[in-house]
């Protein structure tokens, strides 16, 4: 058994993960880190609902046993900061976690509050909320560093519509495709070079002396690596999913037209992943026109490429040609985003970062400080990410629950505030507004 200073171990099994396999038992412990802001309001209630289903499911033989880990406000609180190593140290052991969201400072001020998210140039009483045991100097983000700690590569962002949700798109009933977005490299790896600084300027020397060609000197760089390890790794992730989950397709979106050495390089690698390890199970499109005749043979999966700015369009005009999407960093942040508000976005998309070992599922909206510890806001993207959850741990009945629950209450009307402004906006008269706990309850009895 571990040791940890804070975090307690409860009685339960250890998730095993061998070969991308995981095996849960029957009391799995799965770290819960509650997050800053609305995380207060929302994990509860996640933790509420996510119970009642695995119980709805199992009957009783199987039951989730949570163990609290700290970070953000916690962390702060409890270690003295915002991302203590034993949290992450915990997750690993642990294998699975669940998290709200985390404070991030953006301004350009030396210190944050955590209770109320306000900047300011002093660590002491905060000057928004008055509280002085939030009040800490600024740090790089939470998430981003839960990520990079535990190698999480793969971005993972389901995208469904559900019937009753006003959404801005004509096809949102068409849509349920998953996002995989590479999530260690591209431009977000951090070779950020300031425009005049050594390496911006040795930069512009370099590709002048060796290519011939000229970058404007008052440049700022960046730099853009997308690598075979880290896209094969990716894409083998989504089309693992897409065989597991009996989908149609996979497709990879790239820039390649552009960018043939990394964009058109990940689509590159993402057919050789295909076809070197997958090779009985998938078709790539070219074999499906010019040698099956466009006739997919049975317990297949398409594997498809599409240039990134075409996606965008095809996800509003033919969504239901797509099912499983796999995407290097940037563009897939982008498509995350787009994808979510098409099926009338706010709080109800899901989403998990997930490493070879680790996984961590994760509400996808922010801290909303302004409505914190009022039991108001929406938890359902939190909700549906312990779906997720359950189904990484082969758990699906529960899963299955749980999409059950918030289909019948949001059909029925049975919604936060955020969902029901929109529904009467629409006209739609029989819409009960529900605090944050009572969503959760109204799921809870339709599952
Ligand atoms: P936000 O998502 O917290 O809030 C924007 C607005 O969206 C809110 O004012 C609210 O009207 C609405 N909203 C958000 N979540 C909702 C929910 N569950 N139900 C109903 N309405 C909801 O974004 P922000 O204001 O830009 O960021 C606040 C803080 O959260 C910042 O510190 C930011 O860095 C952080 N953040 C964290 C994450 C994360 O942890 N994954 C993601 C985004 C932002």
Redesign the pocket.
Known sequence: MAQFQHVKIPKGDLIQVAKGQVTAGNRPIIGVLR????GLD?TPVMQAVTAAAVKKAFGGQREIVWCSLYAGLEGLQKYGEVLPPETIEAIQYLKVAI????????GEETH?CLHC?HQQNHGKKCDQCGKTDGVTKRFR???VGLRQAMDLYACVRPIRYFEGVPSPNKYADQVNFIIFRENTEDVYAGHDFERGSEVAEAIIRLVKEKTGRTIRPDSGIGVKPISVTGTKRLVRKAIAWGIAQGLPSVTLVHKGNIMKFTEGSFCKWGYEVAKEEFGDKTVSEKVFWEELGGKMPPGKILIKDRIADSIFQQIQTRPEEYSVLALPNLNGDYLSDAAIALVGG??LGPGANIGDTAALF??????????AGQD??????IILSAGMMLEHMGWKEASSCIVKGMERAIKDGYV???LARLMRAEGRKEVKELSCSGFGQAIIERM
């Open positions: 997050g800053d802001g609305i929302i998290k709200g969201p985390f404070t991030t400072p953006i944050v998210a983000s939470i998430n706010l709080g994760e509400a996808t909206h922010g801290t909303a400080p302004k409505y108001k806001v929406n938890p359902g993207s936060t505030y955020d």
